[in-house]
């Protein structure tokens, strides 16, 4: 439903070009070089998806709530369109990219925050990408690294990671709940825009 937006989709014919795996939960907790990889790339990501806007799609989703149709949203996109066109009370099955989460701590900060944070520790870094990818970052060579720098948590020095599911990992469980209070007060299911291929889409 984002395409229109800007935002490519994992399965439709936007991904077709797609030449990266999507970063995996083992990967990003295991393998440094690959957390500094992703953030690199997310970086740049972050300024075209900071940008998008909603499309039709995502307003008539809210003028369907608007009317009065709707029991509720449930999303699997992580990139928040759905409130900015007016929706409420939006289930984020996998999460959103504007927020930060502390893998040691647990806190949660802005994106924002964030993206000033490592604009400020990159001055001299410099790389260009004309192509967002579906989670947000995009396509760089590994050579286009060089002189990229992390941070860490400002409270205790941890792990930052965006407050998205990535694969291998699970939809925290109160999400999950809140989806099937919804069905179970519902009559039907509209799908919009998905493949229903992942299992945390499918299982409703």
Not at 99 to 121: F, H, I, N, P, Y
């Amino acid at each position: 439903i984002s395409t229109e937006s800007g935002i490519p989709d994992y399965r439709g014919p936007s991904s077709a070009s797609r030449r990266a795996s999507p970063m995996t939960f083992q990967t990003f907790t295991r393998d440094p070089s690959a957390r500094r990889r992703y953030w690199a790339r997310s970086h740049l990501g972050w300024q075209l998806v900071g940008r998008a806007a909603p499309n039709r799609g995502h307003r008539a989703v809210a003028a369907l709530q608007d009317a009065g149709l709707l029991t509720g949203v449930i999303t699997q996109n992580v990139d928040g369109l759905h409130q900015v066109a007016g929706a409420r009370d939006v289930t984020d099955l996998h999460g959103r990219l504007d927020r930060v989460r502390c893998l040691d701590c647990g806190g949660l900060s802005g994106r924002k925050e964030l993206q000033a944070r490592l604009t400020a520790a990159n001055g001299s870094w410099h790389a260009g990408a004309a192509r967002i990818n579906p989670d947000g970052d995009v396509d760089l060579p590994d050579s286009a690294l060089d002189g990229f720098r992390t941070v860490d948590c400002t409270d205790c020095a941890g792990v930052l990671k965006p407050d998205v599911v990535f694969f291998g990992e699970p939809v925290p469980p109160e999400r999950v709940a809140r989806s099937y209070e919804l069905l179970a007060q519902s009559r039907s299911l509209l799908v919009l825009g998905s493949s229903l291929t992942v299992m945390s889409g499918h299982r409703f």
